[in-house]
């Protein structure tokens, strides 16, 4: 079997596909959460920002781009390295804001 970045595994509803990009997406998705960005996916609402949080999930994106260097297609490398900005510069803004948010997300929802 190749690896091409795909793992299939089976759930109680069938299959499902995790790839790189969906895992990575992932991981910024907790971020928006942790940022009061996106509603917490078990509550429903916004929480107040987490910026220790937000940056724990950053540190695990800039470590998963360390260790993945060089493995990675174009179309994942530039995922994380959008990914990495995007949320780098939002982590500033909260920073800035004393963690009230700031002036709205950059997160890009997709």
């Known amino acids: 079997m190749a690896d091409d ?7 109680q ?15 910024a998705h907790t ?17 107040p920002p987490n910026l220790p949080a937000a940056d724990q999930m950053i540190g695990v994106l800039s470590l998963l781009e ?5 493995n990675l297609t174009a179309e994942e490398r530039q995922l994380l390295d ?9 982590y500033v803004e ?7 948010g700031g ?3 950059r997160i890009i929802i997709p």
Do not use: C, N, W
């Open 82 to 90: 959008q990914l990495l900005y995007e949320l780098r510069m939002r």
């Open 103 to 105: 002036s709205g997300s």
């Open 66 to 70: 360390e260790k993945t260097r060089g």
């Open 31 to 47: 971020a928006a959460v942790h940022f009061g960005d996106i509603a917490d996916p078990a509550s429903g609402t916004a929480a």
């Open 94 to 100: 909260a920073s800035k804001a004393g963690g009230s």
């Open 5 to 11: 970045g795909k793992r299939t595994q089976a759930g």
């Open 13 to 27: 509803d069938g299959e499902f596909t995790l790839s790189f990009a969906a895992f990575v997406l992932s991981l």
